[in-house]
């Protein structure tokens, strides 16, 4: 319900030009009775959540762009726009002066972008569509976290190609909620643009049914179990929180900082697995390292959805950050998913966080890149570093210092 509020105040801060008191009666001289929106718009006006403009007028077949649709989703989500977080560019068509560059980087997370080899656009000025507001109510409510698409309630479109393949569980889910419905003609028009008549429509749909009803008695709660937090500063030699004897290498620690080196293996790549539940398999967890390259390239990071024969990997290179894949610790490769340009530097804090089927990578905590519809199913994670950043031991070599891992609510 609180982000229900918050999408409603949102929309009204893009529908709203000039105040009225038209909005306290839900009339409009341009939206008669016989309007299809017409309870809509009578719904949500009523209740201040849009307003009409000094003329008396609501304008329900202006249409929204995206780039005032990323407004919207910032105030949805109640992120503070004025907050002094550096934001780095993302998206090629939206540079630092575009007026819509903090809305557009700061509401990422429930925008839907382009992408071409590397790059990455926005097209700000492009009208938003239905499948893009399905996706935003369907983040917003928190449903792609809770729930299984039904991928099969597509089928009932004509025009279901015309859904992009990568937003289809999302629309699926919208469906599934009543969140949004298709046409008589059996089309759902995935690429149709959006007026200001159908998002107030939208909204409509989206509140929540309200009955009266009794609680009954709570129960006593159950004690739950501590959340599983581990952190380690390698303050000992030890390394109890480690499987070493999984890893392809020897891995110690010197002056409080941990590395790996295996001069008589043919592996590759070395991984020292964390001891942890993996057995609860969680949704949600972030983990977090500082990377220090001491003459070297880095060539060292993270992996998690790991299981001993394969592992997704996040490591830094000379003028880059890497995300990718290995499935053979003895052979070089690496399956290159995603780069992103950033400047080596001695110490490098990487932190990875995974909420159910995506996963969002930070550097020094600040968002770099992230990836969606992911099989994030494995459990092994830990410490991850190439060979070529021990092969000049003891004078150059990247170690690992400040490493934590949680699991998130």
């Not at 529908?15 to 008669?32: C, I, W, Y």
């Not at 220090?292 to 592992?311: D, E, M, S, V």
């Amino acid at each position: 319900m609180k982000k229900l509020l918050m999408v409603m105040m949102a929309v009204m801060l893009l529908f709203t030009a000039m105040p009225t008191g038209f909005a306290a009666t839900g009339t409009f001289k341009d939206v008669p009775r016989n309007h299809w929106a017409y309870d809509a718009i009578k719904a949500m006006a009523e209740k201040g959540v849009i307003q009409g403009y000094n003329d008396g007028t609501f304008r329900p077949n202006n249409l929204i762009t995206r780039a005032e649709f990323a407004k919207i989703m910032i105030a949805a989500a109640g992120i503070n726009v004025n907050s002094k977080q550096y934001l780095q560019q993302t998206f090629d068509d939206v540079d630092r002066n575009h007026w819509a560059f903090k809305y557009v980087e700061l509401a990422k997370n429930y925008l839907t972008g382009y992408k071409t080899g590397n790059v990455y656009t926005y097209k700000p000025d492009d009208v938003a569509v239905r499948e893009d507001i399905a996706v935003a109510l369907v983040r917003l409510k928190g449903l792609d976290s809770k729930k299984k698409a039904d991928l099969s309630l597509l089928s009932q479109f004509r025009d279901q190609s015309n859904i992009s393949v990568a937003l289809r569980p999302y629309i699926a889910l919208a469906l599934d909620n009543d969140l949004i419905k298709g046409y008589d003609d059996k089309t759902f028009r995935p690429q149709n643009s959006i007026t200001r008549a159908e998002a107030a429509s939208l909204l409509y749909r989206a509140q929540l049914d309200e009955e009266k009803i009794v609680f009954p008695a709570e129960p006593e709660p159950e004690k739950p179990e501590a959340p599983i937090s581990i952190t380690d500063n390698f303050s000992k030699d030890d390394l109890s929180n480690w499987r070493e004897d999984d890893s392809e290498a020897t891995w110690a620690v010197d002056s409080g900082r941990v590395t790996g080196y295996a001069l008589n293996s043919d592996a590759k790549h070395y991984f020292l697995p964390l001891k942890w539940k993996e057995e609860t398999k969680p949704n949600n967890y972030q983990i977090q390292v500082d990377v220090i390259a001491k003459g070297t390239n880095g060539q060292g990071g993270l992996f998690f959805n790991g299981n001993g024969k394969r592992a997704t990997v996040v490591f830094f290179e000379k003028d880059k950050l890497v995300v990718g894949e290995v499935t053979n610790p003895n052979t070089k490769e690496v399956k290159r998913i995603a780069n992103v340009n950033y400047k080596l530097q001695s110490t490098n804090k990487l932190k990875i966080v995974v909420k159910g089927d995506s996963y969002s990578i930070y550097i020094n905590d600040k968002y770099v890149i992230g990836q969606e519809n992911q099989s994030i199913k494995d459990t092994t994670l830990g410490l991850y570093l190439q060979k070529e950043a021990t092969l000049d031991l003891p004078d150059k070599v990247t170690f690992f210092d400040n490493f934590s891992f949680k699991v998130l609510q």
